[in-house]
């Protein structure tokens, strides 16, 4: 059977990731049936909306296929997989019919990408949405620069640094979801939405999903507002680093610790990338600079490292180079920066990044 299973069931275009086995991780051929899916969606009058789900009880998607990263040598593989995701992942957002992603159990990175630029984003009691990138040597790529500076405050620079999972409660509050419904509720959520007229729009979607969601409760992040606003709210990671350790709070000092085992120089690209998101023109100006970035953090960073250690041998012992946050060149991250392949999106979409 296919890695993605392609359904038009009622009124409903459905996409199921399907490769429960590996957490439904994205590879290159899955992005291919997607957009594919996508184009015969869209020919389709009958289709009120399109819904994207993961088959398996873990979760929507664990992010992209890292091992097929690692098997395919130099950037060539890595420029074609992270152009077509790129541009799907734009799609997604511009997508002429409601796009609903149900985010039910983890939803990390890639899946993030699929989910996280949907017209409609639904968490569940079981999500744990997350960019873990900076633990293995990469980035919050997938957009993850757009939709990670719009977070309150600098709660998003907390999240794409440490690379931590929150629960429904907290990714709505990220904006990074929209509403919570009930694991249980999903069925008869999917019933209603093959039931949609055909010209519902988004509104009539929205009308549906609120019928089956529930208050997701309070927010755990909040409490810790105020710590991470004045903590993280510096430009370089070594004044945060300072910060946290002033603070003297007891989640000030994890957060620290959990810092300190991230790849430094992914922490120091990570909040560059940050910084110029929160003023960037559109999510395609953020892909952009991500795909860069990217094929540099393959070509000559620490990403293999992060990989092997995170997938292949399963160590999780990575050595970064360099090892320290003070070793860092920042001369070398702004080279990072700069363009290194043809463009993804045209200029006209991007506007200046």
């Not at 899955?30 to 899916?37: K, N, P």
């Not at 088959?55 to 998607?61: I, Q, V």
């Not at 990138?133 to 790529?141: A, R, V």
């Not at 540099?296 to 041998?313: Q, T």
């Amino acid at each position: 059977m296919s890695d993605v299973i392609v359904e038009r069931v009622g009124a409903l275009g459905r996409l199921r990731l399907n490769r429960p086995k590996a957490l439904n991780a994205l590879t290159h051929g899955m992005v291919g049936e997607i957009d594919r899916a996508l184009d015969q969606f869209s020919a389709d009058p009958g289709i009120a909306a399109v819904l994207l789900t993961g088959e398996g009880e873990r979760g929507l998607c664990a992010g992209g296929d890292l091992r097929s990263l690692y098997d395919n040598p130099g950037t060539a593989f890595a420029e074609t997989f992270w152009r077509d995701e790129y541009r799907l992942d734009s799609r997604i957002a511009a997508y002429e019919k409601p796009f609903v992603a149900v985010m039910d159990g983890i939803t990390m990175g890639g899946g993030v990408g699929l989910a996280g630029h949907a017209s409609h984003r639904i968490v569940t009691e079981r999500s744990r949405v997350a960019m873990p990138e900076t633990g293995i040597g990469y980035l919050p790529d997938v957009g993850g620069t757009w939709l990670l500076p719009r977070a309150p405050g600098e709660i998003g620079t907390y999240l794409g640094l440490t690379g931590e999972p929150v629960g429904a409660a907290d990714a709505i509050f990220c904006r990074l979801a929209d509403v919570m419904v009930p694991s249980a509720r999903l069925p008869n959520l999917i019933d209603d939405l093959l039931a949609l007229d055909p010209d519902a729009g988004q509104e009539g979607v929205r009308d549906v999903i609120a019928r089956s969601a529930q208050d997701a409760g309070p927010a755990p992040l909040v409490a810790h507002r105020a710590v991470i606003d004045r903590c993280f709210s510096f430009d370089m990671v070594d004044e945060i680093l300072s910060a946290l350790e002033a603070d003297g709070s007891d989640f000030a000092a994890t957060t620290r610790a959990t810092l300190l085992t991230k790849a430094p120089s992914s922490l120091v690209l990570t909040l560059c990338l940050l910084r110029l998101g929160r003023g960037a023109p559109n999510l395609e100006a953020c892909l952009e600079r991500e795909f860069h970035a990217s094929l540099a953090l393959l070509a000559e960073g620490d990403f293999r490292e992060g990989i092997r250690a995170a997938v292949i041998d399963k160590d999780k012992s990575p050595r970064w180079t360099p090892p320290t946050l003070d070793a860092v060149d920042p001369a070398r991250i702004a080279r990072w920066l700069e363009k290194r392949a043809a463009p993804v999106f045209s200029d006209a979409r991007t506007g200046p990044v």
